[in-house]
């Protein structure tokens, strides 16, 4: 009797996962503008979805590829497409993916939607963002961690704009409040350097960390002044 093949253990979801992801970047790279890896960029859309990961050079690649293939389109891939898009601000991904989109397509209702939420962020106007977004949760919802990677975004915009920030401020940038809110200030308190001042309720102040923005002192150009031996030799030729 021969001996018996030893088992092999099955893949950890992890790993199929990392092996996905591998065969999709080789199908874009190897074969962006072939219509036959279509399926395979929709499911990696889904996948994205559902791990919580995000591929931007893919999701292009599919969205080029809609172009030449109109009929084969599909609103809710484009859909999650946009919304793993704005997830990825302040990056430009949004506008980079709407640009691939045909403008009959972006006239259907949930893509303007999307479009006006873009435009509330880029503007900072969170507290009409998080409005819009309660009406429109069947979009957003379908995408985990969304909120999450919203409320990170607001929080890198006050920090480029606050040195501190009134509670009540952060309160309607990132759509908290009460035990909601205070954990969230003790996590950023422990995590991200957040100094809390005296005081409770609305008017309480949040110490955000200094950078380059909130404190333009910190910046130092090296370059941008000009040399004395340079101004002396200007002088003369100007006389």
Not at 30 to 54: A, G, H, M, R
Not at 64 to 75: A, D, G, K, N, V
Not at 114 to 142: C, M, P
Not at 208 to 230: A, M
Request: hydrophobic residues 40%; negative net charge.
């Amino acid at each position: 009797m021969g001996r018996e093949a030893p088992q092999q253990t099955p893949p950890s979801p992890q790993q199929q996962q990392q092996q996905v992801s591998f065969t999709v970047e080789q199908l874009v790279a190897v074969n962006p503008y072939n219509p036959d890896i279509l399926p395979d960029l929709e499911s990696y859309v889904n996948e994205q979805v559902s791990s919580q990961t995000y591929s931007l050079d893919a999701n292009l690649c599919l969205l080029r590829l809609y172009q030449f293939e109109p009929e084969r389109m599909s609103t809710q891939i484009v859909a999650r497409i946009l919304v793993k898009a704005l997830m990825a601000m302040p990056a430009p991904d949004f506008s980079l993916c709407l640009f691939l989109i045909p403008e009959r397509v972006q006239m259907e209702e949930q893509f303007k939607t999307l479009i006006v939420l873009s435009h509330y962020l880029e503007t900072g106007r969170f507290s009409q963002f998080w409005d819009e977004a309660s009406k429109n949760r069947h979009i957003l919802e379908a995408v985990p961690g969304f909120e999450q990677a919203v409320q990170a975004y607001a929080v890198h915009v006050l920090s480029l704009t606050y040195q501190k920030v009134p509670r009540s401020v952060l309160a309607e940038a990132i759509n908290l409040e009460g035990i909601s809110l205070d954990k969230f200030l003790e996590h950023h308190v422990a995590n991200s350097g957040w100094v809390l001042e005296k005081g409770h309720g609305k008017g309480q102040l949040i110490v955000l960390p200094r950078n380059e923005f909130n404190h333009p002192e910190l910046k130092k150009s090296t370059d941008g002044g000009i040399p004395l031996d340079h101004v002396a030799r200007i002088f003369p030729i100007l006389g």
